[in-house]
């Protein structure tokens, strides 16, 4: 059967860094996110008796996307070869991680071929075994992944946030967050950053219960350069800023002095997340000018079928 799913990629307010079970992919901290509308990868999965090997569109991870297949078609029972045509609403040379709506449009698409009936948390675990942050991309809107999967505690309609993604560098990164993941006990801050994470999430729930958007943005903030403390002072370390990504959240902060309600956060990467409510979107877009390229997110519904 031919099936075809989109899922979107997601932005964690509350960062996952470092792993508890490293092979499972099980996190050390809970993370919270909402998923992005406008950075979705559409993917389109065959199997069939006739195909002779398994076929995955070019550019892709092939290796990584036949394991994945593999676990999928072991829960199914078969050794049908599998023809995986996947393409990415954002262009992959602006950077922006695509694993997350990749796999779990992949473990989407390829359970509904497959005729798998697999519940909401057994499909978010699933995408987790592909890439850790994938099963974020799986429930609806605002969602928090604790332990083996990951489950919505708010729809896309409930906040009418914005994530303006600002493309400051292109370049795909030098360590992937694999290796840093890996890493993260060489940092001698991680355990204290694991010792906030339960206050953070307490922070972050309330304010997100309540709409306060100072309150969420504060914590935002503060978790991203928490993560990025923790990176910095791994072993190697992982600076992935730039100029650019530091003009930027120096002028974020410049932008609240004058009154404008924006905070940043960062993920594995250079470029920058500007979290707005959807009421200052356009001025944020003014007052950043067109100096770079961007792209608008809304928050959006989880991986499905279309
Ligand atoms: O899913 P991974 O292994 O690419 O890890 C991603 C981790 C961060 O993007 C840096 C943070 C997060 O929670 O998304």
Redesign the pocket.
Known sequence: MKVTAIAPA???F????GRKDAKL?IPSNP?I?MNLSACITKTTVEFSNDFKQDTVTKGFDEKRIIAHIDRIRDLAKTKMRAKITTNNSFPTSVGV?S??SGFAALTVAAAAALGLKLSPKKLSSLARLG????C?SIPDGFVKWEGEYAYSLYPHDYWDLRDILVIVESKQKEI???K??EAVETSPFFAKRLAMIPKRIKWIEKALGEKNFPAFGKVIEEDCLD?HHV?QTQDPPLIYWNDKTREIMDTVRRWRKEGIPVYFTI??GANVHLICEGKDERKVIETLGSRYQIIINKPARGAHLI
Not at 14 to 17: A, P
Not at 131 to 134: F, Q
């Open positions: 997601n932005i964690a509350i960062k996952y860094w992919r993370s996110s991680a694993s997350a890439s850790g942050s994938a974020r992937s967050s694999s840093g993941h993560m990176m993920d594995a």
